[in-house]
């Protein structure tokens, strides 16, 4: 039975969710503005008809949207976000959705690895979904079952959001080894002590210490920096080389918004504070990974 969806942002990953679900439901599509696809001319009347709105945006709108359409949505539809960024207050589409949502409405976010021009090249993704309302994922189930988005029931909403989002920070690093030819034994090194400190931030949020090792954690960690089309592995690169006119992008952001809000004591986790020293002082790339790297011959790294 077809679903009624309404795809907000026709970017990437807009094009890419309408290529998975097209075939199999009734898509309506509305950006920057306007209705792109649909049956009526404003945001608030499809908004009125949708089972699902399928949020394809940065975070930062997110809180302007949902506010704007919350007044319109049918009691049974779901909102869902597949954004991994913090917004300008330092907060998660997660948390944005709780806020304005707050009890009255579901909503829920699918993370993991699932790069818009595989998916549109019709190769497999992998996601996992957390909901507000758990009985939701028969919704997930029936929006992704003929499409090649491998989607898996989770828990844990805030530590999954937690999770994609700071992987972009130590992606970074991932750039930098391989551009400074570090060695695949850095990069097993990398991939180990970036899942070790996810795991104790994301406790420090409440979560669950095994919530990192999921496709939104590192499944997502290892799809961005280790793909040479990624823009963090190669923000990194560019870092190592010494390329500084333009670092920017999502890790970026959320270093400087963790930063800002003092959202966790992120001092207190080596490899981040090494991401974040690098990319706010590049110069001292070099000084600063050699400092890491003695760190480490003095301290002994506990699994978590």
Known sequence: MKLRILILGYGEMGHAMEFLLAAHHDVRIWNMGE????????????????????????????FEIAQRIAPFLTPNSVCLT??????????????????????????????????????????????????SDAADFE???RLFRDSGLVCQQASDLHGRSWSVILKNV????????????????????????????????????????????????????????????SHHHELGRKLARGEWDDISGEGVHTLRMVEKFRVFDWQAYPLFALSHDIVTAPQLLRERLEEYLQFLRGTEICPI
Not at 179 to 202: C, F, P, T, Y
């Open 35 to 62: 209705v792109v696809k649909g049956s009526h001319d404003t945001l608030e009347a499809e908004v009125a008809e949708a089972e699902v709105v399928l949020f394809c945006l940065p975070v930062n709108p997110h």
């Open 82 to 131: 597949i954004a991994k960024g913090l917004d300008e207050s330092g907060r998660t589409a997660a948390q944005v959705f709780d806020r304005v949502f707050d009890g009255h409405h579901h909503y829920g976010v699918i993370y993991g690895p699932m790069i818009s021009e595989e998916l549109r090249a019709g190769r497999l993704g992998f996601a996992d979904a957390v909901l």
């Open 139 to 141: 919704v997930i189930r």
């Open 170 to 229: 130590y992606a970074i690093l991932f750039g930098m080894a391989d551009e400074l030819k570090l060695g695949d034994n850095m990069r097993g090194h990398l991939v180990a002590a970036s899942i070790a400190e996810l795991s104790g931030i994301v406790q420090s949020f409440g979560g669950q210490a095994h919530t990192p090792y999921s496709y939104a954690g590192l499944g997502d960690l290892i799809t961005t920096a280790t793909s040479e089309d």
